[in-house]
Antibody, heavy 119, light 109 residues
């Protein structure tokens, strides 16, 4: 059974940092592009970032460029999102998700982890 | 950025009736469009990709159509478990700038 389990969310002050993790199991993690997609409370979905199978390519939505860094460790079947200089508008549930290519749909999703940026 | 617009925002339908959801792209995305279903407190679930191909395990009552800028998701006979929010997503650009529509909530009439 495919599982994606996010962790690391919580309450952080504006300007602070947080690192999200996503543990994958049940599929060949190293064969898939991986992404972070977020959803602000009561709002729609927004793609945040994705990363190639070997980590050699990374893409970001403009609003997080220079502040967020996506990375992965295929030996640990894990995906990460380092979030710096956090803003109130970054408050959201963050989902990790897998896809077959960089510009594609997402077939598997985790249950999400909530990040709240507030003083 | 390709802007995706879904209509209506809310659709009230009785169980057993047909539901038709629309998604429009600000420029052509060819057939590079997916649909997702999301229930409260849950992650999105992939329904359709390639505008019309059902994902694994998705019932035949869900169908997708369209290409270019106009797309439709049809649920032929609504079941109780189908009341949810539906999102379209385009994946046509390079480098990837993946965008979603604002969603259509399908509620019980």
């Amino acid at each position: 059974e495919v599982q994606l389990v996010e962790s690391g969310g919580g309450l952080v002050q504006p300007g602070g940092s947080l690192r999200l993790s996503c543990a994958a199991s049940g599929f060949t993690f190293s064969s898939y592009w991986m992404s972070w997609v977020r959803q602000a409370p009561g709002k729609g979905l927004e793609w945040v970032a994705n990363i190639k199978q070997d980590g050699s390519e990374k893409y970001y939505v403009d609003s997080v460029k220079g502040r967020f860094t996506i990375s992965r460790d295929n030996a640990k079947n894990s995906l990460y999102l380092q979030m710096n200089s956090l803003r109130a508008e970054d408050t959201a549930v963050y989902y990790c998700a897998s896809s077959a290519s960089s510009s594609s749909w997402w077939n598997y999703w985790g249950q999400g982890t909530l990040v709240t940026v507030s003083s | 950025e390709i802007v995706m617009t879904q209509s209506p925002a809310t659709l009230s339908v009785s169980p057993g009736e047909r539901a038709t959801l629309s998604c429009r792209a600000s420029q052509s995305v060819s057939s590079n469009l997916a649909w997702y279903q999301q229930k409260p407190g849950q992650a999105p679930r992939l329904l359709i990709y390639g505008a019309s191909t059902r994902a694994t395990g998705i019932p035949a009552r869900f169908s997708g159509s369209g290409s270019g800028t106009e797309f439709t998701l049809t649920i032929s006979s609504l079941q109780s478990e189908d009341f949810a929010v539906y999102y379209c997503q385009q994946y046509n650009n390079w480098p990837p700038r993946l965008t979603f529509g604002g969603g259509t909530k399908v509620e019980i009439k």
